[in-house]
Protein backbone atom coordinates (compact mmCIF):
# COMPACT_ATOMS: atom_id res chain seq x y z
CA UNK A 1 0.00 0.00 0.00
CA UNK A 2 1.44 3.54 -0.86
CA UNK A 3 0.97 6.05 1.81
CA UNK A 4 0.66 10.03 1.55
CA UNK A 5 1.35 10.59 5.17
CA UNK A 6 3.02 8.30 7.91
CA UNK A 7 -0.88 8.44 10.17
CA UNK A 8 -1.99 7.53 6.57
CA UNK A 9 0.14 4.43 6.56
CA UNK A 10 -0.75 3.98 10.20
CA UNK A 11 -4.38 4.05 9.60
CA UNK A 12 -4.27 1.90 6.72
CA UNK A 13 -1.93 -0.76 8.64
CA UNK A 14 -5.14 -0.51 11.42
CA UNK A 15 -7.69 -0.97 9.20
CA UNK A 16 -6.65 -4.00 7.32
CA UNK A 17 -5.84 -5.57 10.79
CA UNK A 18 -9.44 -4.87 12.19
CA UNK A 19 -10.82 -6.16 8.78
CA UNK A 20 -9.00 -9.27 9.47
CA UNK A 21 -9.96 -8.62 13.03
CA UNK A 22 -13.56 -8.94 12.47
CA UNK A 23 -13.49 -12.29 10.79
CA UNK A 24 -12.10 -14.34 13.81
CA UNK A 25 -14.96 -11.65 16.20
CA UNK A 26 -11.88 -10.42 18.04
CA UNK A 27 -11.95 -6.39 19.05
CA UNK A 28 -8.86 -4.64 18.61
CA UNK A 29 -8.32 -1.74 20.46
CA UNK A 30 -4.73 -0.92 20.24
CA UNK A 31 -2.87 2.66 19.60
CA UNK A 32 -0.75 1.26 16.79
CA UNK A 33 -0.49 -1.16 14.14
CA UNK A 34 2.34 -3.22 15.76
CA UNK A 35 0.54 -3.49 19.23
CA UNK A 36 -2.97 -3.92 16.98
CA UNK A 37 -0.60 -6.89 14.79
CA UNK A 38 0.14 -8.41 18.85
CA UNK A 39 -3.55 -8.37 19.89
CA UNK A 40 -4.92 -9.80 16.42
CA UNK A 41 -2.03 -12.77 16.31
CA UNK A 42 -2.24 -13.47 20.13
CA UNK A 43 -5.90 -14.03 20.03
CA UNK A 44 -6.25 -16.38 17.19
CA UNK A 45 -3.33 -18.51 18.89
CA UNK A 46 -6.03 -18.92 21.55
CA UNK A 47 -8.20 -20.87 19.02
CA UNK A 48 -7.66 -24.17 19.92
CA UNK A 49 -4.40 -26.08 18.28
CA UNK A 50 -3.97 -22.59 15.79
CA UNK A 51 -0.70 -20.70 15.25
CA UNK A 52 -1.19 -17.64 12.93
CA UNK A 53 0.54 -17.20 9.20
CA UNK A 54 1.57 -13.66 8.31
CA UNK A 55 1.69 -13.35 4.58
CA UNK A 56 3.35 -9.57 4.06
CA UNK A 57 3.19 -8.78 0.53
CA UNK A 58 5.37 -5.81 -1.33
CA UNK A 59 6.21 -5.21 2.12
CA UNK A 60 8.59 -2.03 0.82
CA UNK A 61 5.87 -0.75 -0.69
CA UNK A 62 5.43 2.67 1.04
CA UNK A 63 8.62 3.10 1.49
CA UNK A 64 9.68 2.79 -2.34
CA UNK A 65 6.80 4.76 -3.32
CA UNK A 66 7.98 7.73 -1.77
CA UNK A 67 11.61 7.24 -2.94
CA UNK A 68 11.41 10.85 -4.29
CA UNK A 69 10.37 11.80 -0.74
CA UNK A 70 13.00 11.20 1.55
CA UNK A 71 11.38 12.70 4.48
CA UNK A 72 8.61 10.94 4.22
CA UNK A 73 10.66 7.85 3.31
CA UNK A 74 11.96 7.78 6.59
CA UNK A 75 8.94 8.28 8.54
CA UNK A 76 7.45 5.34 6.92
CA UNK A 77 10.76 3.17 6.82
CA UNK A 78 10.40 4.09 11.04
CA UNK A 79 6.33 2.83 11.55
CA UNK A 80 7.24 -0.04 9.09
CA UNK A 81 9.76 -1.17 11.32
CA UNK A 82 7.99 -0.13 14.58
CA UNK A 83 5.48 -2.52 12.70
CA UNK A 84 7.82 -5.57 11.96
CA UNK A 85 9.56 -5.70 15.42
CA UNK A 86 6.41 -6.54 16.83
CA UNK A 87 6.62 -9.69 15.28
CA UNK A 88 9.19 -10.86 17.62
CA UNK A 89 6.92 -10.26 20.58
CA UNK A 90 4.52 -12.79 19.10
CA UNK A 91 7.10 -15.69 17.54
CA UNK A 92 5.54 -18.08 20.09
CA UNK A 93 2.29 -17.45 18.12
CA UNK A 94 3.21 -17.77 14.21
CA UNK A 95 3.58 -20.52 12.64
CA UNK A 96 5.44 -18.92 9.92
CA UNK A 97 6.68 -15.89 8.67
CA UNK A 98 6.04 -15.08 4.84
CA UNK A 99 7.32 -11.63 3.19
CA UNK A 100 7.85 -10.84 -0.57
CA UNK A 101 9.31 -7.26 -1.93
CA UNK A 102 11.25 -5.89 -4.43
CA UNK A 103 13.98 -4.41 -2.98
CA UNK A 104 16.19 -6.48 -0.07
CA UNK A 105 18.15 -3.27 0.98
CA UNK A 106 15.01 -2.11 2.18
CA UNK A 107 14.77 -5.12 4.65
CA UNK A 108 18.09 -4.54 6.01
CA UNK A 109 17.26 -0.96 7.02
CA UNK A 110 14.62 -1.54 9.20
CA UNK A 111 15.04 -2.91 12.99
CA UNK A 112 15.54 -6.33 13.72
CA UNK A 113 11.52 -7.30 12.77
CA UNK A 114 12.93 -8.74 9.61
CA UNK A 115 16.29 -9.11 9.28
CA UNK A 116 16.00 -12.72 11.43
CA UNK A 117 14.09 -13.83 8.11
CA UNK A 118 15.96 -16.35 6.17
CA UNK A 119 16.08 -14.73 1.96
CA UNK A 120 14.88 -17.42 -0.41
CA UNK A 121 15.28 -14.93 -3.67
CA UNK A 122 17.83 -17.00 -4.54
CA UNK A 123 17.87 -20.22 -3.32
CA UNK A 124 18.16 -22.96 -5.26
CA UNK A 125 15.49 -24.93 -2.86
CA UNK A 126 12.95 -22.67 -3.76
CA UNK A 127 13.93 -21.99 -7.59
CA UNK A 128 10.20 -23.06 -8.70
CA UNK A 129 7.98 -21.44 -5.96
CA UNK A 130 6.88 -18.74 -7.83
CA UNK A 131 5.22 -19.09 -11.36
CA UNK A 132 5.21 -22.52 -12.73
CA UNK A 133 7.16 -24.73 -14.55
CA UNK A 134 6.82 -25.98 -17.71
CA UNK A 135 5.92 -29.55 -16.44
CA UNK A 136 3.70 -27.88 -14.40
CA UNK A 137 1.50 -26.23 -16.98
CA UNK A 138 1.60 -29.07 -19.00
CA UNK A 139 -0.11 -31.01 -15.85
CA UNK A 140 -2.56 -28.23 -14.83
CA UNK A 141 -3.28 -26.51 -17.69
CA UNK A 142 -3.95 -29.99 -20.74
CA UNK A 143 -7.32 -28.82 -20.74
CA UNK A 144 -6.65 -25.23 -20.86
CA UNK A 145 -4.18 -25.69 -23.77
CA UNK A 146 -6.48 -27.83 -25.86
CA UNK A 147 -9.36 -24.76 -25.56
CA UNK A 148 -6.49 -22.29 -26.09
CA UNK A 149 -5.50 -24.54 -29.29
CA UNK A 150 -9.44 -24.80 -30.50
CA UNK A 151 -9.60 -20.94 -30.77
CA UNK A 152 -6.23 -20.18 -32.23
CA UNK A 153 -6.06 -20.88 -35.84
CA UNK A 154 -5.25 -23.78 -36.78
CA UNK A 155 -3.80 -23.25 -40.11
CA UNK A 156 -0.58 -21.92 -37.68
CA UNK A 157 0.19 -25.18 -36.51
CA UNK A 158 1.07 -29.03 -38.01
CA UNK A 159 -1.38 -31.68 -37.64
CA UNK A 160 -1.90 -34.31 -35.76
CA UNK A 161 -3.38 -32.64 -32.83
CA UNK A 162 -0.15 -33.40 -30.89
CA UNK A 163 2.20 -32.16 -33.28
CA UNK A 164 -0.08 -28.76 -32.80
CA UNK A 165 0.08 -28.90 -29.22
CA UNK A 166 3.41 -29.07 -29.38
CA UNK A 167 3.72 -26.42 -31.44
CA UNK A 168 1.80 -24.48 -28.83
CA UNK A 169 3.61 -25.45 -25.97
CA UNK A 170 6.92 -23.42 -27.60
CA UNK A 171 4.45 -20.65 -28.55
CA UNK A 172 3.89 -20.19 -25.09
CA UNK A 173 7.21 -21.04 -23.25
CA UNK A 174 8.82 -18.27 -26.19
CA UNK A 175 5.94 -15.66 -25.00
CA UNK A 176 5.67 -16.19 -21.25
CA UNK A 177 9.26 -18.12 -20.45
CA UNK A 178 9.18 -16.21 -17.51
CA UNK A 179 12.58 -15.99 -15.11
CA UNK A 180 14.99 -18.24 -13.22
CA UNK A 181 16.11 -17.38 -9.87
CA UNK A 182 19.07 -20.33 -10.08
CA UNK A 183 20.00 -19.95 -13.91
CA UNK A 184 18.51 -23.89 -14.47
CA UNK A 185 14.89 -23.80 -13.43
CA UNK A 186 12.75 -21.75 -15.48
CA UNK A 187 9.26 -20.46 -14.48
CA UNK A 188 6.54 -19.39 -16.62
CA UNK A 189 4.70 -15.95 -15.07
CA UNK A 190 1.89 -16.82 -13.53
CA UNK A 191 -0.10 -13.57 -14.19
CA UNK A 192 0.53 -13.93 -17.80
CA UNK A 193 -0.44 -17.79 -18.11
CA UNK A 194 -3.67 -16.71 -16.52
CA UNK A 195 -4.59 -13.96 -18.90
CA UNK A 196 -3.49 -16.13 -21.70
CA UNK A 197 -6.21 -18.89 -21.00
CA UNK A 198 -8.80 -16.10 -20.22
CA UNK A 199 -8.40 -13.99 -23.05
CA UNK A 200 -6.97 -16.62 -25.72
CA UNK A 201 -4.49 -14.64 -26.87
CA UNK A 202 -0.95 -14.04 -26.90
Known sequence: MASSS?????EDLLYRLQRIAEKFWINLNAPSPGAALETLTASIHDYPDEKAVVLVDEYD???????DDPPLMVADS???????VSLMNIDSCLRFVFVTGVTRCAMMDLPAGLNSLS??????QYAAV????????????????????????????????????GKLKNKILTWYDGC????????LNSCSINSLFDQGEF
Open 6 to 10: PEKLS
Open 180 to 187: TWDGKTKV
Open 119 to 124: GISLNS
Open 61 to 67: CPVNHNA
Open 130 to 165: CGFTPEESDLYFRDHCKSLLEKQDLQDYPKPQDAAA
Open 78 to 84: KILGDFY
